[in-house]
């Protein structure tokens, strides 16, 4: 080679590094702080925009929690109901059993027959538990000629399924913050919350009434043969014991917003829903203390809607959840179109339940009844808190 064409090519330093400039050092800075971001949230297992929105511990959004879970709205429904007279409390009424209430049990049988991530081998329990309780029930209703022994089951039974529904989902909302608390210590806690509900029921029924005018009939009292002075003494002592159960509302109110304010334990969704749903059993409790029967149906009426929207929504919730298996799992796949099948749902065992009601009143109230049932057995399993495939716990929302 020459040297006039060694000169026109000089070699390139070894050495030599080329500076980048301002605009690649800025697009290399905001790379890695998304990969950052995506790395922390990978690591995690949590989506960034998911981590955003459950700062709050709502399982949707706070819009859609506060109206439908926490159901913060249901002063409305006694507003409604005091304000419209009696056609607004049997419009109320019509729409709450047959497209509120009814649905909410029905959906239940769904869980159960088309979600095998969670009944996976326990179809053969739930069906012969289905067949058990539809013999007793036909045995009970052909045997007696009469609806009362399984309207009272249905009572006692469904005093216990609110009171396990409300304390799971309030639960629920607690493992979204970081409070933790010993075996023991969480014993007491489920034992005084459902007990100060159970309570609340057994008062709106009537137990300690003067008058006997709660929800259930006033001939219920004649079973323990209570006489006039022994009725008054019944009175007194359950009006005293009503002003002690208001510590028990008013101690969960406190500690919970204790851990929110100051521990920062707990999350505003937990509280929004205990404040709501205590406020709601405060009143109720308050209604039959000072026996308003009156108000105390109005209040159960907006119980009823608090209860199914919820159940309702927890469940939407929980079929919306990824699983381990999607293609495997019929509700999985339901659930791409789930707020249209809900909907179709709703009206469709609404519309059913109306024409059945119109003609054969006995057997409409018979099958509701085997229906709920189901809704409480089956319940008390699908919602058990368990392990996932994959090790992970699955919330509960019952017993």
Not at 121 to 134: G, K, M, P
Not at 188 to 197: E, H, S, T
Not at 200 to 223: H, K, L, T, Y
Request: glycine content about 8%.
């Amino acid at each position: 080679m020459t040297v006039a064409a060694i000169q026109s090519h000089p070699a390139e330093p070894k050495n030599k590094t080329r500076q980048p400039s301002r605009q690649q050092r800025d697009q290399a800075i905001g790379t890695r702080q998304v990969s950052t971001t995506i790395d922390s949230s990978a690591a995690t297992g949590a989506d960034p925009s998911v981590t955003q929105k459950s700062k709050g511990g709502y399982l949707f959004s706070p819009l859609i929690d506060w109206l439908f879970v926490a159901n913060v709205l249901w002063p409305l429904v006694l507003l409604v109901d005091w304000a419209g007279g009696m056609d607004a409390h049997e419009g109320m009424l019509f729409w709450q059993i047959f497209f509120v209430t009814a649905p909410h049990r029905w959906i239940t049988i769904v869980l159960v027959s088309v979600d095998h991530h969670r009944s996976q081998d326990r179809r053969w329990l739930f069906a012969s538990l289905a067949l058990v309780i539809l013999g007793a029930c036909l045995v009970v209703q052909f045997g007696t000629g009469s609806l009362l022994c399984l309207g009272l089951i249905d009572y006692v039974w469904n005093a216990w399924h609110f009171s396990s529904q409300h304390h799971g989902i309030f639960r629920i909302y607690q493992r979204k913050g970081t409070f933790r608390e010993s075996k023991l210590a969480g014993l007491l806690r489920k034992a005084l919350f459902r007990g100060f509900m159970l309570y609340v029921i057994a008062r709106v029924a009537g137990f300690g009434w003067s008058d006997g005018e709660g929800m259930v009939d006033s001939s219920i009292a004649g079973f323990a043969g209570d006489t006039s002075a022994g009725q008054i003494n019944a009175v007194s002592a359950f009006a005293s014991v009503d002003l002690l159960m208001l510590a028990i509302p008013s101690y969960f109110v406190v500690t919970e917003l204790a851990r929110l304010c100051v521990a920062r334990t707990a999350k505003v969704a937990s509280v929004v829903y205990l404040i709501s749903v205590m406020t709601l059993f405060t009143s109720m409790l308050m209604a039959a203390h000072f026996q308003n029967s009156h108000l105390v149906i109005q209040l159960a009426v907006a119980s009823a809607i608090f209860h199914s929207m919820e159940y309702m929504s927890i469940v939407t919730w929980t079929v919306r959840k990824p699983v381990a298996s999607p293609k495997e799992n019929p509700l999985s796949q339901l659930s791409q179109a789930w707020f249209l099948f809900l909907c179709f749902f709703v009206v469709v065992i609404g519309v059913g339940n109306y024409i059945l009601s119109l003609g054969f009143v006995e057997w409409w109230v018979t099958i509701n009844l085997i229906v709920a049932f189901w809704h409480y057995c089956f319940d008390g399993i699908i919602w058990k808190r368990g392990p996932k495939p994959g090790g992970t716990p699955v919330p509960t929302s019952g017993t």
